[in-house]
């Protein structure tokens, strides 16, 4: 692997992450601060899956008769392997997705930008928008969030949009549909 | 146009097929019938029963099948349990596929495949199975013609339909038949390569399978244990199935491509091939984007590529969009040339670090299992781990020319026109699309791209495998190259220059 060329920015949740991509400009409106939330509690309920089956895990290697001693012996290390690195990955990644996530709407093209260990950049333009769909689950109604799709003929070129204020997702959802439909030029 | 023409039927040959088809999977309840009983006539006389259920169940369904083209829709009309009429606006046809397998051939028959660009499998798509050869061409005139008509009434695609054609003629022009010597390229390709192991894998899984219904399951494990006992002769099997390998490749891809015909009729590019089969594709000459141009090491090293059309709306692009089999590179770009245009751009390198990475991956993996096995070795002081170890880094040093070719391969460009990306070694890859089917981009970084300052670059394509990927590029050229293709989606975020 070559030379790390900047230091990760991993650590720092404060300042967001700069503009990796030379002279992009970040988007401008961030999800809603609830999102830190969803994005916590979906963190937390993988963390728990996680260290429930490790320990559980722990708990039944010494069982296994066909392991060697020196392997099943020391079955107390598979939670500490899981979850030393889990814990603090658990504490950061809803804060650096906060920090993260934007999206805009400027020149009837959306501009979104994600992700976590890995960031992805999408820009969408309106014109080429076939279908705009606002999606809830059971933590985002808890949390008055929704998720914006807009989907283009291609998977590439389709964005999803998370943790968006339930008004601001439907009207963005609304106003995407409108001038779709004014632009709709057909090219695929 | 207005008066309804009677529902055509298939023709009646095909209950000769029907039965014969239905066969496999009435044979192990037929077999196991003349078990059960004994072979006793009275269990000849169930199996009889269930030969003749057989006919009479394809007889019904011949009689109860009807399809008509009426107005500006195809009628698929099924009765046989309840009633189903399948509609088809002739505005939404694609292409029509028609292919001849083996018993259709002998019969004069043909399978009528009608794609309708719908995502939802075959649900949406019409098939007739068992039409007669003449009218099966007949009907994919009617239809693609009437198709074309159907849009140009729709003043939305009037602009690129072609003018009302007047039906009489359908203009043919072939525009290469691919000679039969060039069949000899086939294996270069290395595929098909792995079929002698498909073939010795399923007829070991049949002997046991099925050994138990046919009596002979003690002798195909007494064989397997013989085997066990005498590796010498495993060893001379695989080599066997080695060798057999280029072989049974031509053999497949000889049946998968002889006669390869590229035809041009009326708006359409006809693709016909195969031996056994023979399958004709039609893809809509406007519906084109773009190709594919795929060339593995030994074509590379002969100079012959594969190419593929990137179609919008064609499902199972990776075998109905292919534009040619194995020829040489200058006739494939001509031809791809008269499909969709010339790719007259260089192809620009990527950074240096791309090829850091490139051989990190191509010999890091390699060379971990050559440690780890060499610490076994070490630990159990057992010679078979040295083994590993010398084939392992055999492998690593494979390695580096694999990661600098890998690094040779990746390119990306814009000619004003057409855009194109490139990557792969083992199986390079050259994608050419038009601009203007461009839906969208998308920028990717993972961890470890973000730390050498690469991304990925993604171009969304309404056609084809919908995304096209340019590997590791810089920074600037992951912003750069969206900006100079379509300027104006990306000027918005652009930081302005204080």
Do not use: C
Request: hydrophobic share 50%.
């Amino acid at each position: 692997m070559g030379k790390p060329a900047r230091p990760s920015k991993l650590g720092s949740v404060s300042e967001p992450p700069g503009p990796v991509a030379g002279s992009l400009r970040d988007p401008e409106h961030r999800v809603s601060p609830k999102a830190v939330r969803l994005w916590l509690l979906e963190a937390l309920i993988a963390f728990v899956i996680f260290a429930g089956g490790s320990f559980g895990l722990a708990a039944w290697i010494p069982s296994w008769s066909w392991l060697p001693e020196w392997l099943s012996g020391n079955s107390w290390l598979v939670p500490v392997v899981v979850l030393v690195p889990g814990t603090p990955l658990l504490l950061i990644e809803p804060f650096v997705r906060y920090a993260v996530h934007r999206w805009e709407l400027s020149g009837d093209v959306v501009y979104a930008r994600s992700g976590f260990l890995t960031r992805e950049w999408v820009f969408v333009p309106v014109s080429r928008i076939q279908t705009v769909d606002k999606a809830q689950g059971w933590l985002e109604r808890m949390l008055g969030l929704a998720t914006l799709e807009i989907r283009t003929a291609s998977h590439a070129g389709s964005s999803t949009i998370k943790g968006l204020d339930y008004t601001i997702a439907a009207g963005l959802a609304e106003r995407l549909a409108h001038r779709a439909e004014e632009l709709r030029d057909d090219a695929t | 146009m207005s008066e309804e023409p009677p529902g055509l039927k298939l023709s009646p040959k095909v209950l000769l097929i029907d039965p014969v088809r239905m066969l496999p999977s009435l044979l192990v309840p037929l077999v196991g019938v003349l078990f059960v009983g004994g072979f006793s006539s009275r269990s000849f006389g169930w199996a009889a029963v269930g030969v003749v259920g057989a006919v009479v169940f394809a007889v019904v369904r011949w009689a109860t099948f009807s399809y008509r083209v009426a107005d500006d829709r195809l009628e698929i009309k099924r009765s046989l349990v309840s009633r189903s009429v399948r509609t088809i606006p002739l505005e939404r046809i694609r292409g029509v596929d028609v292919t001849t397998p083996p018993m259709h051939r002998l019969l004069g028959l043909a399978v009528l495949k009608i794609d309708t660009g719908a995502s939802g499998g075959g649900e949406q798509e019409g098939e007739l199975d068992g039409v007669t050869v003449e009218e099966a061409e007949r009907l994919k005139g009617v239809l693609l013609r009437r198709a074309r008509a159907a849009r140009a009434e729709d003043p939305q695609s009037a602009h690129d339909a072609l003018p009302d054609a007047p039906p009489a003629p359908p203009e043919e022009r072939v525009i290469v038949k691919v000679p039969r010597r060039w069949l000899l390229y086939g294996p270069l390709s290395g595929s098909y390569l792995l079929t002698p192991f498909a073939l010795a894998g399923g007829a070991i899984g049949l002997a046991f399978q099925w050994g138990d219904d046919l009596g002979f399951r003690d002798l195909a494990w007494d064989a397997s244990q013989w085997l066990w006992q005498h590796p010498l002769h495993i060893a001379g099997a695989i080599l066997v199935l080695v060798l057999a390998m280029p072989f049974f490749a031509a053999v497949m891809y000889t049946v998968f491509n002889w006669d390869f015909t590229l035809k041009e009729r009326e708006g359409y590019l006809v693709a016909e091939r195969g031996l056994i089969t023979r399958r004709s594709v039609s893809l809509e000459a406007r519906r084109i984007r773009g190709y594919e141009i795929v060339d593995a090491i030994a074509e590379r090293k002969a100079g012959v590529v594969r190419t593929w059309a990137i179609v919008t709306g064609l499902g199972d692009s990776e075998t109905r969009g292919q534009l040619l089999p194995d020829v040489p590179r200058p006739l494939a770009l001509d031809v791809a040339a008269q499909a969709v245009g010339t790719f007259a751009a260089p192809l620009r390198p990527h950074p240096p670090v791309a090829r850091d990475r490139r051989l990190f991956r191509a010999i890091a993996p390699a060379l971990a299992v050559a440690v780890a096995a060499a610490l076994l070795g070490v630990l159990t002081s057992t010679g078979l781990w040295w083994a590993l170890v010398v084939a392992a880094l055999v492998v690593a040093g494979l390695g580096i020319p694999l990661g600098h070719d890998r690094y040779r391969s990746l390119g990306h460009g814009y000619d004003g026109v057409l855009l194109s990306v490139r990557s792969g070694s083992l199986r390079r890859a050259q994608a050419v699309v038009e601009r203007r089917a461009i839906v969208g981009w998308r920028l990717r970084q993972t961890w470890f791209q973000r730390r050498a300052g690469v991304l990925t670059l993604i171009a969304g394509v309404g056609a084809g495998k919908g995304g096209y990927e340019a590997v590791d590029v810089s920074a600037e050229q992951a912003v750069g190259f969206p900006a100079e293709v379509t300027p104006e989606w990306l000027a918005p975020f652009l930081r302005t220059p204080d």
